[in-house]
């Protein structure tokens, strides 16, 4: 049974990020109610760091999910929701893996189609054990895989 979950690295960047991203919002509203020096500035920026954090937060928060995949299955697990996901490999409408070329190395993304329009998106920067699970699909739903 391949287990694929959210890298630790991930997720204590996107944390740390938040951090720093509520305390400026914050630092920014305790200014703005105190002092009227640059009170302009400081009424654009405050909801402009507030959206900033909350899609940063949506992002962690879709983000984790655990995927198990053995005995012809996909099972995937949404902790923040607790609900699962028990996806048979013969449910997958189509699947593919695009490959982004960086300076740091390949990106890789894999988009899992199932039921109506509905996407799991899986990387190798952000999820473990990604290779592993590549080549379990290349294997068990090869006919289902689209494009290169």
Do not use: C, H
């Amino acid at each position: 049974m391949i287990v694929s979950k959210p890298r630790i690295n991930t997720v204590f960047a996107l944390s740390v990020f938040l951090v720093l991203v509520f305390g400026s919002f914050f630092l920014l509203l305790d200014g703005l109610l105190k002092s009227e020096s640059f009170f302009i500035v400081k009424l654009i920026l405050t909801p402009i760091t507030l959206v900033i954090a909350l899609l940063v937060l949506g992002k962690l928060l879709a983000a984790i999910k655990i995927v198990k995949a053995g005995n012809n299955r996909l099972s995937i697990f949404f902790p923040i929701s607790r609900s699962r996901i028990d996806l048979p490999l013969d449910d997958i409408k189509g699947w593919r893996e695009d490959v982004v070329k960086t300076k740091q190395g390949e990106f890789r993304e894999t988009k899992i189609l199932y039921g109506k329009k509905k996407v799991i998106k899986l990387s190798n920067k952000e999820n473990t054990e990604y290779d592993k699970l590549i080549k379990y699909l290349n294997q068990k739903a090869k006919k289902q895989k689209v494009g290169g």
